[in-house]
Antibody, heavy 117, light 107 residues
Framework: EVQLVESGGGLVQPGGSLRLSCAAS????????MNWVRQAPGRGLEWVSD????????YYADSVRGRFTISRDNSKNTLYLQMNSLRAADTAVYYC??????????WGQGTLVTVSS | SYELTQPPSVSVSPGQTATITCSGD??????ASWYQQKPGQSPVLVIY???KRPSGIPERFSGSNSGNTATLTISGTQAMDEADYYCQAWDSSNFFVFGTGTKVTVL
């Protein structure tokens, strides 16, 4: 069974930084692209970032490019999202999702990031 | 940027058919997927590659995609189907794009 478990969320001040982690199990992690998707309170889903299976290619939504960095450690079956220069608009539940070509077959339970002073 | 538009809400009586549309420029040229999200839960994939159902998704969920519109159909809607539904497409320029979301209410 595929399992994705996010951690690292919390309260951070505007301009601060946070690193999210996603521990994966139940599939060959190094064979799949991985993604971060977020959902602001009461709002819809927004794709944030994608990383290829090897980690050699990364992609970002315009709203986070230059501030967020996605990475992975295939030896630890773990996905990361380094978030810098955080803004109130970044407040959301952040989900990691297993990339299956053009869709997301599996999602984690999400971790809440709150940016507030 | 690429946009996908859904109706904010759809109401359906138990046992009837719910139809949710997703509109985007030349959406039929891309693969469309659909996710169900219940309050406080993570999204669940219910349709991928326009019309395929993942293992464990009931047959009452079906999808189609042509022209500028993708459609999710729930036949014989049950109370447990009450949720938010999001369409999603992949575009080489914008990568993954989600629709605006539709709240399905089973009256």
């Amino acid at each position: 069974e595929v399992q994705l478990v996010e951690s690292g969320g919390g309260l951070v001040q505007p301009g601060g930084s946070l690193r999210l982690s996603c521990a994966a199990s139940g599939f060959i992690f190094s064979s799949y692209a991985m993604n971060w998707v977020r959902q602001a309170p009461g709002r819809g889903l927004e794709w944030v970032s994608d990383i290829s299976a090897s980690g050699g290619s990364t992609y970002y939504a315009d709203s986070v490019r230059g501030r967020f960095t996605i990475s992975r450690d295939n030896s630890k079956n773990t996905l990361y999202l380094q978030m810098n220069s955080l803004r109130a608009a970044d407040t959301a539940v952040y989900y990691c999702a297993k990339g299956d070509a053009s869709y997301f077959m599996a999602w984690g339970q999400g971790t809440l990031v709150t940016v507030s002073s | 940027s690429y946009e996908l538009t859904q109706p904010p809400s759809v109401s359906v009586s138990p046992g009837q058919t719910a139809t949710i549309t997703c509109s985007g420029d030349k959406l039929g040229d891309k693969y469309a997927s659909w996710y169900q999200q219940k309050p406080g839960q993570s999204p669940v994939l219910v349709i991928y590659q326009d019309s395929k159902r993942p293992s464990g998704i009931p047959e009452r969920f079906s999808g189609s995609n042509s022209g500028n519109t993708a459609t999710l159909t729930i036949s014989g809607t049950q109370a447990m189907d009450e949720a938010d539904y999001y369409c999603q497409a992949w575009d080489s320029s914008n990568f993954f794009v989600f629709g605006t979301g539709t709240k399905v209410t089973v009256l």
